[in-house]
């Protein structure tokens, strides 16, 4: 690798507007901190305490079907709620607020409580995704509804309340903070260069070849790669190739395509380390406010803490968390290791 990303250097996020701090030196520090536990994956099939798991009874008291394929409902602790709020008044102009609303939901997106996208078959994720597509279509229906951010939190390390497949749909009636980062920065990108941001940076890396690259793997629709400014020592972006904003205007074998990239990357990922690999995971797609929006190309993100192995993780803290982002191992080195990494699962499936 070229000496140049070895030494301390910074790097320019287009999407964020910011910068993020390469400290590839620093993964020789020796480490006595925290030392996580290795995950693997569940053994039961159904647990009878899961209130995700088919005909369990939910912690909010109401019964969940005995559902064969995805599950979704609204969160019964949601952080949102869809009734209009009370007005707020506040005692200075500096402390300003104002009434938030929104609409949260759940997807399960499989019976079997022992897996996850990693372990589940392209044929079993294909209609999670379709999923995706119809909650996003039908929150974003909704009139007062701007924006619909669809993740996933995996594991207990990033906050997993339960180890059951699933995820997560919050509709919001205002634009979230990324989302309207980003939606700064491709349209302004646009009307510089009338190029969409996403197309541009893809073609770049795609030209990237040998030990500099960050491309990990491509299927025909997406490709998946560790971006230029990559803050998380794993962190991916998934990408689609052709310019489409959100997931509703995915064709057929686009989202056969999706469905393959989720199952080959998380799989990676997992044999990384040989643990169940976890991650924060997000679409990013155009907002739902009846506004034109070309300047947006649907993107994924996976953000995993995983640092040196399965137990010990990256912190965002101190300089992280008071001055800027700061990286251990450069974005072209984890790729290199992404790529080599397999795609047949360590921890097969019994059933």
């Known amino acids: 690798m070229d000496a140049k990303h070895q030494s301390p250097h910074r790097r320019w996020n287009p999407l964020r507007q910011s910068w993020v701090l390469v400290s590839p030196h620093r993964t020789q520090r020796p480490w006595q901190g925290e030392v996580a536990q290795k995950m693997t994956p569940s053994a039961a099939a159904y647990d009878p305490q899961c209130y995700l798991c088919p005909g369990n009874e939910r912690a909010g008291g109401a019964t969940n079907p005995a559902y064969g394929s995805v599950f979704a409902f609204v969160n019964d602790y949601a952080a949102l709620l869809p ?5 707020m008044e506040t005692e200075a ?51 007062w509804i701007e924006y619909v951010q669809i993740f996933e939190n995996r594991g207990a ?25 980003e939606t700064k920065a491709q349209r302004e990108h646009l009307a510089l260069t009338g190029c969409c941001l996403l197309c541009e940076y893809l073609a770049t890396e795609k030209a990237v070849a040998g030990a500099e690259g960050r491309i990990v793997f491509e299927n ?20 689609s190739k052709r310019h489409v904003g959100a997931m ?21 990922f997992d044999n990384l380390f040989e643990t169940s690999f976890p991650y924060t995971m997000g679409f990013h797609q155009e907002p739902t406010d009846n506004k ?22 990256k912190f965002m803290v101190g ?12 974005p072209e080195a984890a790729a290199e290791r992404l790529r080599g990494a397999s795609e047949v699962h360590f921890w097969p499936r019994t059933t």
């Open 83 to 87: 009734e209009t709020p009370v007005p």
């Open 93 to 143: 102009p500096l402390l300003k607020a104002e009434p938030a609303r929104g609409l949260c939901k759940v997807l399960c997106y499989h019976p079997d409580h022992s897996l996850t996208l990693a372990r589940m078959t392209r044929e079993e994720i294909r209609p999670v995704v379709d999923a995706w597509a119809r909650e996003y279509e039908e929150l974003g229906r909704m009139d």
């Open 157 to 181: 390390m990033m906050g997993a309340s339960n180890p059951h497949p699933h995820g997560q749909i919050w509709s919001t009636e205002f634009l979230p903070d990324e989302a309207a980062a």
């Open 220 to 239: 025909e629709h997406f490709v998946a790669l560790v971006p230029w400014w990559a803050v998380w020592p794993f962190e991916v972006l998934l990408l």
């Open 248 to 268: 509703p205007a995915f064709t057929s074998g686009e989202r056969d395509g999706l469905a393959d990239v989720l199952k080959r990357l998380t799989t990676r």
């Open 292 to 313: 034109a929006h070309p300047e947006w190309h649907f993107h994924a993100h996976f953000y995993p803490p995983l640092l040196r192995s399965a137990t010990v993780r």
């Open 319 to 330: 300089f992280e968390m008071l001055g800027m982002p700061q990286r251990d191992i450069t």
